[in-house]
């Protein structure tokens, strides 16, 4: 019986380490990413854990969250507001993001690591939540203007008839030119993992 046993165990061990492994090679959906991560709180998990590929303990990573949260140092957090956050993170946030693969949870020992997700996950979401310009409204309401000019000019509207197609075309490229410059700018600058703060709070300053 006790060599059955073992081999029980061995099997259940094997079939655990293979499934930790499933979880984490399989990509994730931007559906899955954005479930997860729609959540202020466990943006600001990804961003420590970014800051720091180490093993860190669940009480700092509490303590870095609420003075993020609450917009105060680390030594200004009060007990009650550590507390908060140490609870949900540990209860509810942290196994969340575990069981996608997204970090690596040990409740036992409080530690909290991560993993090739952690990494990749602005791969998958490069704008965070709630902060997104509207810059298809944008390009669309551009598309319209460029339209408009262009019945214009085809029927000969007074002023703009007055310069040349040439002209216009420049005015219109450039318009594109420069909107889309400045979009890959601004997506560049809110990738989760940008700086040292958090995008939300770094673009408060």
Same mark, same amino acid.
């Given at each position: +019986?006790? =060599?059955?046993?073992?081999?029980?165990? *061995? =099997?259940?061990? $094997?079939? &655990?380490?293979?499934?930790?492994?499933?979880?984490?090679?399989?990509?994730?959906? %931007? #559906?899955?990413?954005?479930? !997860?991560?729609?959540?202020?709180?466990?943006?600001?998990? !990804?961003?420590?854990?970014?800051?720091?590929?180490? /093993?860190?303990?669940?009480?700092?990573?509490?303590?870095? !969250?609420? &003075?993020?949260?609450?917009?105060?140092?680390?030594?200004?957090?009060?007990? =009650?507001?550590? %507390?908060? !956050?140490?609870?949900?993170?540990?209860?509810?946030?942290?196994? %969340? +993001?575990?069981? *996608?693969?997204?970090?690596?949870?040990? $409740?036992?020992? #409080?530690?909290?690591?991560?993993?090739?997700?952690?990494?990749?996950?602005?791969?998958? @979401?490069?704008?965070?939540? #709630?902060?997104?310009?509207?810059?298809?409204?944008?390009? @669309? $309401? +551009?598309? &319209?203007? $460029?339209?408009?000019?262009? &019945?214009?000019?085809?029927?000969?509207?007074?002023?703009?008839?007055?310069?040349?197609?040439?002209?216009?075309?420049?005015?219109?490229?450039?318009?594109?030119?420069?909107?889309?410059?400045?979009?890959?700018?601004? =997506?560049?600058?809110?990738? @989760?993992?940008? #700086?040292?703060? /958090?995008?939300?709070?770094?673009?408060?300053?």
């Amino acid at each position: +019986m006790t =060599e059955v046993a073992q081999q029980l165990r *061995t =099997e259940d061990a $094997s079939t &655990a380490d293979s499934d930790e492994h499933d979880v984490t090679d399989e990509p994730l959906s %931007k #559906g899955e990413v954005f479930e !997860v991560l729609r959540n202020q709180r466990r943006r600001y998990v !990804v961003q420590y854990l970014k800051q720091d590929e180490r /093993p860190v303990e669940l009480g700092d990573l509490a303590q870095q !969250v609420a &003075a993020w949260e609450y917009d105060t140092t680390l030594e200004g957090v009060t007990p =009650e507001q550590r %507390k908060r !956050v140490y609870t949900t993170l540990q209860q509810t946030h942290l196994p %969340k +993001m575990d069981s *996608t693969g997204i970090l690596r949870f040990d $409740s036992d020992r #409080g530690l909290i690591e991560s993993t090739d997700r952690t990494r990749d996950i602005s791969v998958y @979401l490069e704008i965070v939540p #709630g902060r997104e310009f509207a810059w298809r409204e944008l390009y @669309l $309401s +551009m598309g &319209a203007i $460029s339209c408009a000019l262009a &019945a214009s000019l085809w029927l000969e509207i007074y002023p703009l008839s007055q310069f040349s197609d040439l002209t216009w075309l420049s005015v219109i490229a450039g318009m594109f030119t420069v909107t889309a410059a400045a979009h890959i700018y601004y =997506e560049r600058n809110m990738r @989760l993992g940008h #700086g040292d703060q /958090p995008p939300e709070l770094s673009y408060n300053e």
